[in-house]
């Protein structure tokens, strides 16, 4: 019972400095965890039981203003699947996810997505109807999906 308080505490402290943290765009203006000091330290520090509550009230409040507005429209960075799409975009040809994971990377430094997220990011727009995937022999390959205004004779 200890340790699932001790994680509720940690995971409403995580939260907490999420929602006080959203405005940033900086991430070297995040505060750091020191190396000294142990996850479960900041826990017991911060007092499991007020503290887990406190955030609450505020958390209800951040909701109805910021977290609320700036959730939808305003991203501070493009979407995986956007970006892989428009990278899909200047090819005719089926490209592998591991090509267009080391332009994806080559073109956004920033960016580092696992070749598993890339993957798994591609076939979530497969389920959307957003590319088509291409099977040959072993390998997968992704195009994107003509739209209706073009008309390309293969």
Do not use: C
């Not at 975009?89 to 490209?95: A, H, L, S, T, V």
């Amino acid at each position: 019972m200890a340790v699932l308080k001790q994680e509720e505490a940690l995971l409403a402290d995580i939260l907490n400095l999420a929602e006080r943290y959203e405005g940033f765009a900086d991430a070297s203006r995040l505060p750091e965890q020191s190396k000294d000091e142990p996850a479960t330290a900041r826990t017991k520090r911060a007092g499991a039981g007020s503290a887990a509550r406190r955030p609450a009230s505020a958390k209800a409040a951040a909701a109805g203003g910021k977290a609320g507005a700036g959730a939808k429209g305003t991203s501070r960075r493009p979407l995986l699947g956007d970006l892989l799409t428009d990278l899909l975009r200047g090819y005719d040809e089926p490209r592998l996810a591991k090509e267009l994971r080391e332009e994806l990377m080559e073109k956004h430094p920033d960016r580092h997505p696992t070749p598993q997220v890339v993957r798994n990011t591609l076939e979530a727009l497969v389920a959307k109807g957003r590319i088509q995937r291409h099977k040959q022999q072993r390998s997968v390959m992704y195009t994107l999906v003509e739209t209706g205004t073009g008309g390309s004779a293969d």
